[in-house]
């Protein structure tokens, strides 16, 4: 099976802390690119080779799932896949597939030979390319992440990518006919469909037989049905079709799986000319895939052949094939960095600024005859986090201040990396409620701390509660919470309870006075990104990664809280967040803009050119 995913509800681990490919990657290039990309969530620019990509793949991907024996070459049909509540296709549902209510077209239509079948699988491409083009363009203009212009990119370029993609797609369907149709033919044939069936528009379970069923010799139509690989429906979700290793650290989604031969067969689709470091990237990438089957499929069933294809070039390059020493031995390593990183509260001083040797390629992914540049340094000359990082030679000035004067009076401005997100407080318990241990083994509590006239209130986060909680809790004891998330609702303290946070009593002369919890911080630095911004449709909210020369932090302000500042403010502004309220986000600080919160523009992206 190419997905695999945990039963919903009894996942072990969170999918958002799953050890990926792209981490893997980003690690071995320079742990502090993982630090900032992963840990601090500071997302990079949004070059427009992204959206070509998108396009691309997209557009490849919705010829793939057609028929020449439903739609002609020039029909106007474009296959909508219905989706369950998570975005899914809705596998398990006969109704509302748009394959069964096709009209299937008389046989004589049907290509009758490879060039027929090229032509017809061009001419699908075409039509769906200006839509899959502009939709993408749309998503990366209204990112506010995006970075350069649409026009240094070229749209007969991105098309020629896709029937690049056809014709490498052809060479496997003339393989499926001269073997007739491989080891699957008669169950094909039969009607049998595989619990995750490459994508056709047709639900898991039909039983008609497909019109394009022939009792002898294969046909032309039956090879491409029968070659079909399968692939992320283009009609789902983000990361719906993740398969997730047994034990659920890690996770990847593949691009193409093809299986007719009963051999399988993974492809990543690149829709570039395979020059440059990237392209060592995507051999490592295509490793850990072949890994990720073969631990996925118990062990038993190994990839057969891993493939990049290079739209740009084109090109196919062939990957080398791990043998079951190598699985066992990547498999380690991919479990020994994933306890490293993603189990343990890492810290910047653990991720150093290390960069490997750029790798050089030429067109097509062929190693160049210098196969590395010589100063490894190189690498942080395109680095995104190069103004950041101390491992850089490269300056860019960030705001550093102690004080500011804005709106007739002086502010005290806090360093982001002297934020205290989590505090510790001691009082009284008054009011308990729980105890109750929950399924994930967290207890589920609340109660008022009072100390001395001091008092605030103690329940779980949200997204759960604490583990490490004394047997002597009761009403009237007197503890010491360690590790709490502190706010203010309605004038009220809060202090929230998560996994990090602890219940215990306080040892002699131990005492955190609540008086001394901080809520509000004043902080100067500059925008990194925009990560959110109201559309009026699923994003009701703003939100930014912010950085100074002692760390970042994230801000977020939802609805009537949004200032009218907030349109005009873009990645490279320095700005003033002015009575913010402290929390905590995703593992870093985060500063929530509220009632009687300031944003001050400082300095304009226009005076940070070398950001």
Not at 31 to 42: A, D, N, S, T
Request: net charge neutral.
């Amino acid at each position: 099976m190419p997905v695999r995913r945990p039963i919903l509800g009894s996942e072990k681990i969170d999918s958002f802390k799953r050890l990926s490919a792209s981490q893997v990657v980003a690690w071995k290039n320079c742990p502090r690119i993982w630090y900032y990309g992963w840990k601090e969530k500071l997302k990079s620019p949004l070059p427009p080779q992204i959206l070509r990509g998108i396009a691309v793949e997209e557009c490849v991907c919705r010829v793939l799932r057609e028929s020449p024996a439903f739609i002609s070459d020039d029909s106007e049909i474009s296959m909508k896949t219905p989706l369950d509540d998570s975005g899914s296709p809705d596998l398990d549902k006969s109704t509302n597939w748009i394959g069964p209510k096709l009209k299937p077209l008389d046989k004589t239509e049907f290509p009758k030979n490879e060039v027929d079948l090229e032509k017809w699988a061009t001419k699908r491409g075409k039509f769906h390319f200006p839509h899959c083009w502009d939709s993408a363009v749309k998503e990366w203009e209204s990112s506010s992440r995006k970075k350069g212009s649409i026009s240094d990119i070229s749209y007969l370029e991105a098309e020629k990518m896709v029937i690049s993609a056809i014709k490498l797609h052809m060479k496997e369907v003339i393989l499926c006919k001269e073997n007739e149709g491989g080891p699957n033919l008669q169950s094909w044939r039969e009607g049998k469909r595989s619990y995750w069936p490459p994508p056709d528009g047709f639900p898991r379970i039909w039983e008609v037989p497909h019109p394009s069923v022939e009792s002898g010799k294969i046909s032309w139509a039956e090879a491409w049905e029968i070659s079909r690989p399968w692939f992320v429906d283009p009609d789902a979700k983000s990361f719906v079709h993740t398969s997730v290793h047994p034990e659920e650290w890690f996770q990847g989604e593949y691009d193409l799986v093809y299986s007719w031969s009963g051999l399988i067969k993974i492809v990543d689709l690149k829709a570039s000319v395979g020059k440059g470091d990237r392209s060592g990237n995507y051999l490592d990438q295509l490793k850990i895939y072949g890994w990720l089957w073969w631990e996925t499929h118990e062990r038993t069933e190994t990839v057969k052949s891993l493939e990049i294809w290079y739209l740009g070039a084109p090109n196919v390059k062939n990957v080398e094939i791990p043998n079951e020493l190598d699985l066992v031995s990547l498999g380690s390593e991919l479990k020994n960095l994933y306890n490293k990183i993603l189990t343990v509260d890492i810290q910047k001083s653990d991720c150093l600024p290390h960069p490997s040797p750029l790798r050089i390629f030429e067109k097509g992914g062929k190693p160049a005859e210098i196969p590395t540049h010589p100063d490894s340094r190189e690498r942080c000359v395109s680095c995104d986090y190069k103004g950041i990082c101390e491992g850089s030679e490269y300056d860019v000035k960030l705001p550093i201040e102690s004080r500011i004067e804005r709106l007739g009076h002086p502010w005290k401005i806090t360093q982001i990396g002297d934020i205290k997100s989590r505090v510790s407080v001691t009082g009284n318990v008054i009011g308990l409620v729980g105890p109750n241990i929950q399924k994930d083994k967290s207890l589920e509590l609340s109660f008022n701390l009072q100390d001395g006239y001091d008092r605030a209130r103690v329940k779980n986060h949200r997204l759960g509660g604490p583990v490490d909680v004394t047997r002597s809790l009761s009403t009237n004891t007197r503890i010491i919470i360690k590790n709490g998330l502190p706010s203010i609702w309605r004038g009220q303290l809060n202090i929230e309870l998560d996994n990090k946070s602890s219940i215990s009593l306080p040892k002699k002369g131990e005492h955190y006075p609540i008086v001394d919890v901080e809520t509000r911080v004043n902080i100067v630095g500059r925008v990194w990104s925009i990560d959110a911004f109201p559309n009026g449709i699923d994003i009701h909210r703003w939100a930014f990664s912010i950085v100074d020369t002692s760390g970042s932090a994230a801000s977020v302000a939802f609805k009537q809280f949004i200032p009218v500042s907030a349109a005009s403010i873009s990645r490279g502004d320095d700005i003033a967040i002015l009575n913010g309220e402290v929390g905590e986000w995703a593992g870093r600080p985060q500063i929530r803009i509220g009632p009687g919160t300031k944003v001050i523009t400082l300095k304009n992206s226009t005076e940070n050119l070398d950001f």
